[in-house]
């Protein structure tokens, strides 16, 4: 089977030819359809976090596909079965985080194609637990994105406690984005969207944003303060500089919400504002297998858009320079 491949923190990624690999027990082998590529695909195959992978590696954590061979003990899953793998890989099951639903805080999770292969390759094995269904009535290429990039915008949005009525600020329109976009306005948020570039915030308007800012042409800080400031501002964009502007445009009990990773971590607040307007600053990392079979739900009943361009697995490096220069509207699928 063909895999593309990090070798090095500063290689391109290898397509080589691989053997099929076999289930073990409580896995299934997986023959991929689709699966997108995250910009957390680029961090880990760069190396760029506190917490790194160990080359060789397989990215690729938005992977749908059939499942083609049960590994021993599996009882969860069938053979022909359409599933995503996640980046939540398998966690324990047992701690006090997995027991209470907060499995994505799991300290002994396995992270696809970042702590264990993943679907940037024809066939993959996954835990058979840590699989979600995909749902007919749901294209491939629309369940790839939704595996991460549509699972954690809804989880931060979930997270944030949005009312109706509140103003969310979306700051970065991408392949996140302009989900957040629409998760937001599916709880009744009143949205605006921030971007650099003028072609993503129109598709924000699109997707139902009350309001853009063109963060490259005026300041975000005072053109939210200018709209009645934001109740909740989802960060998106992977700059400690954009955190610092989303924490500006916050209202009195208004939320941060944290999901980007930038390479440079550090980011600098207020603690009195933070205080006297009693703000709460919130990390949202992925979502559960329930966020995931809620966000499949949500896209098969019709109440989402996906906005995706498919590139062949050979073109894997091309596409992460395509990614790196922000001039993807929102997300690239690999399809098999
Ligand atoms: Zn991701
Ligand atoms: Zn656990």
């Keep these: 089977m063909k895999a593309a491949v990090v ?6 990624l290898e397509i080589q030819e691989r053997a099929v690999p076999q289930p073990g027990a409580g896995q299934v082998l997986i023959r991929l359809e689709t699966c997108g590529l995250c910009h957390t695909d680029i961090h880990a195959a760069h190396g760029d976090w506190p917490v790194k992978p160990q080359p060789p590696f397989v990215p690729g954590h938005e992977g749908i596909g059939i499942v083609e ?4 003990g599996v009882t969860e899953r069938t053979v022909g079965e359409r599933v995503a793998i996640p980046w939540l890989g398998s966690a324990c099951g047992e701690c006090r985080f997995c027991i209470d639903g907060r499995e994505t805080l799991c300290e002994r999770q396995q992270n ?5 292969d993943g679907a940037f390759a024809e066939y993959a094995v996954a835990s058979a637990r840590f699989v979600v269904p995909v749902p007919d009535g749901l294209s491939s290429l629309d369940a790839a994105p939704l595996s991460c990039a549509g699972v954690t915008t809804y989880k931060a949005i979930k997270v944030a406690h949005v009312q109706p009525t509140e103003r969310v600020a979306v700051f970065g329109v991408g392949g996140l984005g302009h989900l957040a976009v629409q998760y937001a306005r599916i709880v009744g ?3 605006i969207a921030v971007d ?3 072609e993503k915030l129109d598709l924000a308007t699109e997707l139902g944003a009350e309001h853009v800012v063109n963060a490259a042409k005026v300041d975000p800080v005072a053109a939210i303060q200018a709209l009645g400031g934001a109740d909740v501002a989802v960060v998106l964009a992977a700059s400690p500089r954009v955190f610092e502007q989303a924490f500006s445009s916050l209202n009195r009990g208004g939320r941060l919400i944290c999901v980007a990773l930038p390479a440079d971590q550090e980011m600098s607040v207020s603690i ?4 006297l307007k009693g703000i709460s600053i919130i990390g949202s990392i992925v979502g559960t297998r329930q966020d995931l079979a ?3 739900a949500l896209h098969a009943a019709g109440h989402t858009r996906i906005i995706a361009e498919t590139r062949r697995l050979e073109q894997v490096n091309e596409a992460i320079a395509e990614v790196l220069s922000g001039k993807v509207l929102a997300r690239l699928v690999f399809e098999y």
């Design 196 to 198: 650099i570039e003028d």
């Design 189 to 191: 948020g009143s949205v």
């Design 112 to 116: 696809s194609g970042y702590s264990i």
């Design 272 to 275: 009195f504002e933070t205080v």
């Design 294 to 296: 809620e966000v499949f």
């Design 7 to 12: 070798t090095s923190f500063t290689a391109p």
């Design 69 to 72: 061979e049960l590994g021993s």
